[in-house]
């Protein structure tokens, strides 16, 4: 897994617990900021673990979003592994059926879950079961932000660079000064974030060496100023102008919705990436409703 190339201490660590996790049964909470990788680790302990073999069974977001009982699923799994993203998520009646269902030894699975809030926190104010949270707590695994492991970016860039040309066949490779771009950039979306760019540039960009020209309007920096502002409704400025042109060429009067089909997808693609493609968290982000961002999913072809 690319995200565990590191020379980071913090990140050896983490990677050290992930072995361990994958050589026990107990339960495991992984904790971090969104895009750290928490969805990636957790599967990777299950293919590392004499369970590998068995089912790797994400509970579904409209059991969360409807607050459906549990029992249905967890019988389906068997000796495999039941993975809950955000399992804070859960309401509290989720909760206990789910803290019932493992201290009754009912079902043989294996819970691996996630969570972007402090569990310790969720418990003090009532928002978390706590003998669930001490359930999860015996292995709890604190991934670290890509800021905390700035020394591992040249390591993560060189592994899926290397990847890319193995899959394609090709040598192709980034300048120095995207890289070092890349090195000094703030990483709000962490790890995910970065993987995510670089696979849109070698899948978008024609180059063979790819340079910071190749970067897209909507990959927008933490580090956004002004004049970086100035420059993106420039950009916009353009395409709206060669939008018009082509338009009146092609007898369309549509504008707004033209402009909105160019503008919107990769906004939506850049806001599911951020969140993992969790459609309540995206749309709440976008400022709609999730019906909406369905709409838009399929009507783009996200």
């Known amino acids: 897994m690319i995200l565990l190339v590191t020379r980071n201490k913090k990140m050896q660590g983490v990677k050290l617990m992930l072995e361990r996790a994958a050589t026990t049964d107990t339960a495991v909470l992984i904790v971090g900021e969104k895009g750290v990788g928490k969805s990636s680790c957790a599967k990777w302990i299950h293919v590392n673990s004499k369970r590998s073999a068995s089912l790797f069974a994400k509970l579904p977001e409209e059991y969360i979003s409807k607050r459906a009982q549990l029992g249905d699923y967890l019988k389906n799994i068997g000796e495999g592994t039941l993975f809950i993203d955000e399992v804070s998520a859960l309401s509290i009646e989720q909760q206990r059926e789910l803290l ?37 707590g015996v292995t709890q695994i ?31 490779s980034i300048d120095k000064e995207l890289a070092d771009m890349l090195a000094s950039r703030h990483w709000h979306g962490n790890a995910h974030e970065l993987v995510t760019l670089l696979n849109y540039l070698f899948q978008y960009s024609e180059a063979e060496i790819i340079s910071s020209k190749d970067i897209p309007i909507w990959c927008v920096s933490q580090h956004y100023t002004a004049s970086s502002a100035d ?18 060429q092609r007898g369309i009067f549509n504008v707004y919705e033209e402009y909105e089909k160019l503008v919107l997808p990769p906004l939506v693609r850049a806001v599911l990436d951020y969140t993992d493609s969790n459609k309540s968290q995206s749309s709440e982000l976008l400022g709609i409703n999730r019906n909406t961002l369905k709409k838009m999913i399929r009507e783009y072809d996200l």
């Open 100 to 136: 019932e269902a493992l201290s009754s030894k009912k079902y043989a699975f294996r819970l691996i879950a996630t969570s972007t809030k402090s569990p310790e926190s969720l418990v003090k104010h009532g928002k978390f079961v706590e003998e669930l949270y001490y359930l999860l």
């Open 142 to 172: 604190k991934l670290p932000t890509l800021r905390e492991r700035k020394d591992d970016i040249p390591l993560l860039i060189e592994s899926i660079v290397q990847r890319h040309n193995q899959e394609t066949n090709s040598a192709r």
């Open 231 to 248: 420059s993106l409704n420039s950009e916009l400025h353009r395409m709206a102008g060669e939008l018009l042109q082509s338009a009146k």
